[in-house]
C-alpha cells in the first residue's frame, strides 16, 4: 500500500503496482485547555470526578493527552461520540494508569537482566571462540559488508557521545582505533547489538549463543528485537497494559524450557511478551519473583481485565507457571 497523505498527491509510476490511499486532510484546530477545562469538558461528557481539584492536579502533573489513553476505554460505543459510560468515573481512569505503571516497573526490572545477560554472552562467546578481543570492529567476523559498516557508525556514534569513564580512560590510555568488544558493548542499545549479533559470519557461534537461552538462532534474533521494542516502551512511559502490538515474533520449534501451549494465545498481546520474559528468566535467573509480582499487582487493582492483555483464564496455574 502506498499512502499519499495530501490530496493532491498522483499516483506515479513507482507506486502503479501498489494500493493508493488517498487521505482528505484538514488542518489542526484543537485549542489549549487548562487542567480546569479539561476537567468541566470530562464531566460535561458524563465522567464522574468526584474531587475536581484532585483532578486538575492530577491532570497537571500527568498531561490530558497521556491521561486519555486510560480514559478511551471507558467511553460508549461509538467512542468517537465522546460519551462516557454511565459508570465511568476518573478514578477508574487513575487506577488503569497506575496499573499500568507499576507493571513497567515489573517489565523493565526483568527485561533489565536478559539485556545485561544477552550482552555478556554475545562478547564473551564470540571472545571465546575468535580469540579477538576487539572481534565487534573486526570485518573479518561478520557475514554482510553494508550491515557491519552500518553497525560500525552506530558504534562510532556511541563512542563519539559516551561520557563512560572506562571509555574516556581507554582513548586516554591507548592507541587502538576501537575498544575491546565488552566495552564497546556496554554502550551498545540492545537494537545495535541484536543488528550485531544477526550479522555474524560463524554460524556456529550464533547457534551457541542462542542455546544458552535455549533457543535456535533465529529465534533469539526474533525475540530481542521485539523485547527491545517492549523496553523502549516501558523506558518511554507508553501505555503497555491493554495494547494490541504489532510485531509477531518468530515461534520456537524446540526448546530447552518449559514453553506455553499457543492455543488461544494472541501473540500481538502483552501476555505472550511476558511469557517470552518468563521463558527467558528460567536460564537467567530461575529462582525469580515475576509470577508473584504479577499476582500481587493483580490483586491490587481487581477492576482491571487482564484479559486485555491477553492472559488466559487461570494462566496462574498453567504449567509453564509452576515453580
Not at 511469557?275 to 490483586?299: A, G, H, T, W
Request: hydrophobic share 40%; net charge positive.
Amino acid at each position: 500500500m502506498y499512502l499519499c497523505i495530501n490530496r493532491t498527491c498522483q499516483a506515479s509510476q513507482r507506486c502503479s503496482n501498489r494500493q493508493v490511499v488517498f487521505y482528505m486532510t484538514r488542518p489542526f484546530n484543537k485549542t489549549y485547555f487548562t487542567p480546569r477545562q479539561h476537567v468541566k469538558l470530562l464531566q460535561e461528557r458524563g465522567l464522574l470526578i468526584s474531587d475536581e481539584l484532585k483532578a486538575e492536579s492530577y491532570i497537571s502533573n500527568i498531561g490530558y493527552f497521556r491521561l486519555t489513553a486510560y480514559l478511551y476505554p471507558l467511553l460508549e460505543y461509538p467512542k468517537t461520540d465522546h460519551r462516557f459510560k454511565t459508570d465511568a468515573t476518573f478514578q477508574k481512569a487513575l487506577d488503569m494508569y497506575r496499573f499500568d505503571r507499576k507493571l513497567r516497573i515489573i517489565l523493565l526490572n526483568e527485561i533489565e537482566k536478559i539485556e545485561v545477560a544477552v550482552r555478556s554472552k554475545i562478547v564473551n562467546t564470540v571472545a571465546d571462540i575468535t580469540g579477538d578481543i576487539f572481534w565487534i570492529s573486526n570485518l573479518a567476523n561478520f557475514a554482510k559488508h553494508a550491515r557491519f559498516l552500518s553497525s560500525i557508525a552506530a558504534i562510532d556514534s556511541e563512542l563519539k557521545k559516551s561520557k563512560e569513564d572506562f571509555i574516556i580512560h581507554f582513548y586516554k590510555t591507548y592507541s587502538d582505533k576501537y575498544p575491546p568488544a565488552w566495552m564497546i558493548a556496554e554502550i551498545l542499545p540492545l537494537g545495535t547489538l541484536t543488528h550485531v549479533y544477526s550479522n555474524l559470519k560463524d554460524n556456529a557461534i550464533r547457534k551457541k549463543i542462542a542455546s544458552e537461552f535455549g533457543l535456535a538462532h533465529k529465534v533469539l534474533e526474533s525475540w530481542l528485537i521485539v523485547l527491545y521494542g517492549l523496553r523502549n516502551m516501558c523506558c518511554h512511559h507508553s501505555r503497555t497494559w491493554n495494547r494490541e502490538l504489532a510485531i509477531i515474533t518468530m515461534e520456537p520449534k524446540t526448546v530447552g524450557y518449559k514453553w506455553i501451549d499457543l492455543s488461544g494465545v494472541d501473540k500481538r498481546r502483552l501476555y505472550y511478551r511476558i511469557c517470552m520474559i518468563r521463558y527467558f528468566l528460567f536460564s537467567i535467573s530461575p529462582c525469580n519473583s515475576l509470577k508473584e509480582r504479577l499476582v500481587s499487582l493483580f490483586d491490587e487493582f481487581p477492576s482491571i481485565d487482564i484479559s486485555a492483555m491477553g492472559f488466559p483464564v487461570n494462566w496462574v496455574n498453567d504449567l509453564f507457571w509452576a515453580d
